[in-house]
């Protein structure tokens, strides 16, 4: 495994009102990241997999693997050489990010799920 990179936002260089909320929107706020972090948070490690879990495109999970890496929050490593292969997980940062997931399926509970 290798020592992410966190990338940081000064809130300051963002519009409208700069604040913490803000700036961890842009590094986590894009369709599919969270969504990315709730099938880490199940266990799950394997592209296709995550792919299956989100029921998002190839190509946009692959876009926000590589932003979540580049965020410090999901860190990945091989697991086959030939062809490569990857195994994502979630970082410390991520798996603070669990907490703000199951937040949000309880507000989706409440408040945007049509009832059956």
Do not use: K, N
């Amino acid at each position: 495994m290798t020592t992410p990179t966190t990338v940081r936002i000064d809130p300051t260089r963002l519009p409208g009102r700069p604040c913490p909320a803000a700036a961890a929107l842009e590094l986590v706020g894009e369709r599919w990241a969270l969504l990315v972090v709730r099938e880490l948070s199940f266990g799950i490690t394997r592209f296709g997999d995550i792919v299956a879990g989100t029921g998002a495109p190839r190509d946009r999970i692959a876009a926000r693997l590589r932003s979540l890496q580049e965020a410090g929050v999901v860190e990945r490593s091989a697991y086959q050489s030939s062809p490569v292969r990857w195994d994502y997980r979630l970082t410390d940062s991520g798996r603070d990010l669990v907490a703000v997931v199951d937040a949000l399926a309880v507000w989706g509970r409440r408040h945007a799920v049509v009832e059956s």
